[in-house]
């Protein structure tokens, strides 16, 4: 019953999506009830499977003895599901009004679909190549996404976010073929599946695992590879809360994890130049991100460059190779999809009202668009780290566990956390500022400026609210990155 369950979850979206145009064509409310039936449905069976904690394997094609393709809902699999099957659905509301004037709105709907089956079979993959493939079909189902306004910077957006995608793919292939070639097993197994360096020298586990890192890397937005994501903000406001909170980037960072701990494993890696690398990257990611956030003044780009860094806090607690670092970066992980895609939609909202992009153009806007603008203070608050808020909870958790690694470059990373909590209080709160305090006054006109509709207005409150339980009732989420981890 339970492998019925896991093909349903995955392949019912997909299976929906490519037939959408043809069961609903162009009607709006058919398409509204199709599309919230499948999104709905598939959520549904999502959590009655993460509440059942089914752990059993299930081969589900053989290609060879090892290549297979393997489902298995382990314990971090149904983390990283949780936070697709509660998003998705509310992302898909949000969508119904974003999207009610497009004209193409039925093929968007069809891949959006396709791209929530995908983004679970990554989740639910048993081993690294099961992983790998439905990787690789996240880029197919979710370019068209990123093209979709069809002008020349959406154009430009996907190219790009094609090529990296590509050139990532390549890494995290080498990676794979090494691991499938050395491994005890090809499954995935928390600890690692080498037990001993092959070959008698670590340079090639070291040198292979460092590729995979860099090529899983590029959807995490990782330097050198993290420009396609503020690019790809051209997309619409649902796609982009999605690939900055969800979907694409989390699946880059899932994908680390699994490649770190459950892969080629922490005991190999550990205290290595691997390690070394890792941290450097991911330390480095986190500041320049923050720095470019505070540059930027197109409010969509600096909360992309805001995910570019937050991405690397949660890589910064994976490779601190600590069950400490892995909890903390699990907390983040969780925290920072809710956190993210409630001000993407306050963003969204304020860009369907008034077609403004710029921070420079919302001095004002928090008296005429109120409920927009105290949920988007309270991720702002959230993302900042101020108690009693979830990002409060994340934050801290990665702090002590740097604080706890006791190694010179944890201590750097923390204090470059601390300096990027800096720089988030600095882009995050000036932009509530000009919407609550307009400098000088204010000088646009807001008159006709409204509140948006409830279809984007109810998914913004539940997420506001969202982040003030789990940042006062967080045991739940901490014990469940914990297990994980196997600190409970």
């Known amino acids: 019953m339970n492998q019925i369950l896991m093909l349903a979850a995955i392949g019912l979206p997909i299976l929906a999506g490519a037939c959408q145009s043809l069961i609903v064509g162009k009607g709006e409310r058919s398409g ?21 904690a089914p752990e059993e394997r299930f081969a589900l094609l053989s290609f060879t003895d090892v290549l297979t393709l393997v489902l298995r809902f382990d314990r971090l699999g149904r983390f990283f599901a949780g936070i697709i099957a509660t998003l998705w659905p509310l992302t898909t509301l949000y969508a119904f009004e974003y999207m009610k004037e497009d004209p193409r709105k039925t093929p968007f709907f ?84 080498l037990h001993t360096y092959p070959y008698a020298r670590p340079q090639f586990t070291l040198i292979f695992y460092t590729l995979g890192f860099f090529g899983f890397g590029v959807k995490a937005a990782m330097l050198p590879s993290c420009r396609w994501l503020p690019i790809a903000s051209a997309a619409p406001t649902p796609v982009t809360a999605l690939l900055h909170a969800v979907a694409v980037v989390k699946s880059g ?52 460059w805001s995910t570019v860094a937050n991405l690397s806090y949660i890589i910064f607690g994976a490779v601190l190779m600590t069950p400490a670092g892995l909890s903390a970066g ?99 709160l000036t932009t509530v500022a000009r919407a609550w305090f307009p400098v000088g006054g204010g000088t646009l006109d807001n008159s006709g400026v409204r509140e948006a509709s409830w279809r984007m207005t109810v998914p913004m409150v539940i997420l506001a609210a969202a982040i003030v339980l789990t940042g006062v009732f967080a045991s739940p989420v901490i014990r469940a990155a914990q297990a994980i981890a196997g600190l409970g």
């Open 32 to 52: 509204r009830i199709y599309t919230s039936a499948v999104m709905l449905l598939t959520s549904a069976i999502t959590w009655a499977l993460i509440l059942t």
């Open 110 to 193: 069809a891949f959006f679909t396709m791209a929530f089956g995908v983004t679970l079979g990554v989740a639910m993959a048993g081993n690294l190549f099961t992983m790998y493939c439905f990787y690789e079909l996240l880029t197919l189902s979710t370019a068209p996404l990123v093209l979709h306004p069809n002008t020349k910077e959406a154009v430009r957006a996907a190219r790009t976010y094609f090529a990296y995608s590509l050139g990532g793919a390549a890494f995290a292939f080498a990676a794979m073929i090494f691991l499938i070639s050395n491994g005890e097993t090809a499954d995935f197994v928390l600890g690692g599946v």
């Open 253 to 304: 960072v899932f994908a680390i994890i699994r490649l770190t701990w459950f892969a080629y494993g922490t005991r190999l890696l550990i205290g290595t130049w691997a390690q070394t690398v890792a941290l450097c990257a991911a330390i480095a990611t986190i500041f320049y991100g923050a720095s470019r956030a505070v540059k930027e003044t197109h409010w969509k780009r600096r909360l992309a």
């Open 330 to 428: 699990l907390l983040h992980m969780a925290f920072h999809a809710e956190i993210k895609i409630l001000a993407f939609f306050c963003c969204g909202a304020v860009l369907h009202q008034t077609g403004r992009e710029y921070i420079s153009e919302l001095d004002g806007l928090g008296r005429r668009m109120p409920v927009t603008f105290v949920c988007f203070t309270v991720s702002a608050l959230a993302l900042v780290g101020i108690p009693p808020l979830s990002g409060f909870v994340s934050k801290w958790s990665l702090l002590t566990a740097a604080a706890d690694s006791g190694t010179p470059l944890a201590y750097a990373g923390a204090g470059i956390l601390l300096a990027a909590a800096l720089l988030t209080a600095v882009y995050m």
